[in-house]
Nanobody, 117 residues
């Protein structure tokens, strides 16, 4: 079992920055991928960024150049630095943990990010 706790969401003006954190605890063993997804109002959940335990990163086109994903394997924590935020980035952001080779993945409870003036 893996437990994920997100933090760092909030209200920010367009052009501002936020950093999200997700701390994982429990059965964290072996290679894995940690990722951030988001779900905006009336939209489906979408991948924002992901990073493997080996450090390989992928980003959604909509956030490339603005968001940076990083992880601390020693602390089992993944971060999402979000810069130049836009109103369309408004969403609930969810952390995901996916062990390699397993069907089941784990989700955090989500943290709200609102970009508005």
């Amino acid at each position: 079992q893996v437990h994920l706790v997100e933090s760092g969401g909030g209200l920010v003006q367009p052009g501002g920055s936020l950093r999200l954190s997700c701390a994982a605890s429990g059965n964290i063993v072996g290679p894995n991928t940690m990722a951030w997804y988001r779900q905006g109002p009336g939209k489906e959940r979408e991948l924002v960024a992901r990073i493997t335990s080996g450090g390989l990163r992928n980003y959604a086109d909509s956030v490339k150049g603005r968001f940076t994903i990083a992880r601390d394997n020693g602390e089992n924590t993944v971060y999402l630095q979000m810069n130049s935020l836009k109103p369309e980035d408004t969403a609930v952001y969810y952390c995901n943990y996916a062990p390699f080779g397993e069907v089941r993945t784990y989700w955090g409870q989500g943290t709200q990010v609102t970009v508005s003036s």
